[in-house]
DNA sequence: TTCATTAACTTAACACCGTTAATATAATGA
DNA sequence: TCATTATATTAACGGTGTTAAGTTAATGAA
């Protein structure tokens, strides 16, 4: 057994390589960038071995964000143990955020494209994805605040309450990557944006 | 000279048979979906007739989304009557989202890819772009709400806030158009999402 | 050891894309 | 009438993701 063990073995070995190359080029210059003729390039391939070991280019690049993204639910992780629900709040935008300022490309693929609801996504649904992870620490945190009633009277409904405060985090993330540095706007740092919006969110949304 | 007029009039007449073919494929299935032969295809011509009008396919595009962008700095200018800033605040957040939500492929090359500050781009920057005029809006209407102490005092710097509210509000329309429907959240409405993104910011910043 | 089978890999090709050079056609002004 | 100019086209280049067909090498059975 231990042939068909090393034939399993030099498989993953040149998988691992075509992720690790393809991760150099995504991380620095995006999806485009990465072709899968600049990929076999640099691991001394034929670009047609990549399918011997992902289905499509999407596959490849979807992978590579599945393992990158866990540096995100490590943060939500260190984040979670926060008891007051307000200030697990804050922390939560604020991981969000260096995460996105840390991983654009990542960030851009993961939460500013638009994603088919292929099976694949279905198959995996509810479990193990991050970012999933990610909005039901957001979403049992806003229901905290809920019924600790920390928050006003109106506000009952945890999704909406999470979703919304996702949305204003996301917000200076998503400006942060696409527009800062357009020369008709005299930008404010990242971290000033993003302290303000967060605190302000929820500072407007408390009793 | 009425020869070369009506030269002039058929130059135009195509170039406009051009951008409303490329409207509506960008408008119907976003920028990729705008191929320079399928372009030709609709409107009978060669592929290389459209480099006789634009300089290449991102200057056609800039340009149609330069057109379809009036409708923003109309909404815009309706809202910039209301007198009092917070309200007025309110209003230009909600006609933003309305517009992105309208508009969801103008929306997402305006505000939510990488654009270079190529040379065109500066030599209009600061006037007739409905962005920028947007953005002055914005500004001034956060400058008065300091002004008229509206806000909490240590708020103090109108790009800062202008910059948080925008971010705030972007997030609403960009969450909306990458990700609404991904099966693994349970959705909220646009409109509620907004208004209370929207409500909480400003309540939050408020004196 | 010989040999058919199978896995791994490559080359060639397909159908696209944006874009350009070279070319043909038709209208114009002298 | 004829050279010039504007307009439009065909053919091509270099690029993309992807697939079909073919080659090479390792494997397990006889």
Redesign the interface.
């Known amino acids: 057994m231990s042939i068909s063990e090393r034939r399993e073995r030099d498989r993953l070995k040149i998988r691992t390589k075509i992720l690790d190359a393809a991760r150099e080029l995504f991380a620095a210059e995006g999806y485009d960038a990465v072709t899968m003729r600049r990929i076999a390039d640099t691991i001394e391939y034929s670009a047609t071995t990549i399918y011997l070991h992902f289905k499509d280019k999407d596959a490849l690049i979807r992978e590579l964000c599945r393992v990158d993204a866990l540096s995100l639910a490590q943060a939500f992780q260190s984040v979670a143990a926060e008891p007051e629900p307000l200030e697990r709040l804050r922390k939560i935008g604020m991981a969000y955020v260096a995460f996105g300022i840390e991983h654009p490309n990542h960030y851009r693929l993961m ?5 088919k ?1 292929d099976e694949a ?2 198959a995996e ?2 479990h193990g ?1 991050p970012e ?1 992870d990610g ?1 039901a620490l957001l979403l049992n945190t806003c229901r905290e605040a809920i019924d600790r009633q920390l928050l006003a009277p109106e ?1 009952t ?1 945890p ?3 999470a ?2 405060f ?7 993330v ?2 942060h ?3 800062y ?8 740092s990242l971290e ?2 993003a302290e ?2 967060i ?7 408390k009793r």
């Open positions: 939460f500013m494209s638009n994603r609801n996504d279905l649904m509810g994805k999933t909005y506000l409904d999704d909406l309450l979703q919304a996702w949305a204003a985090t996301h917000g200076v998503a400006i990557i696409a527009l540095g357009d020369p008709w706007i005299e930008w404010r000033e944006t303000l919006t605190n302000a969110m929820i500072n407007g949304l």
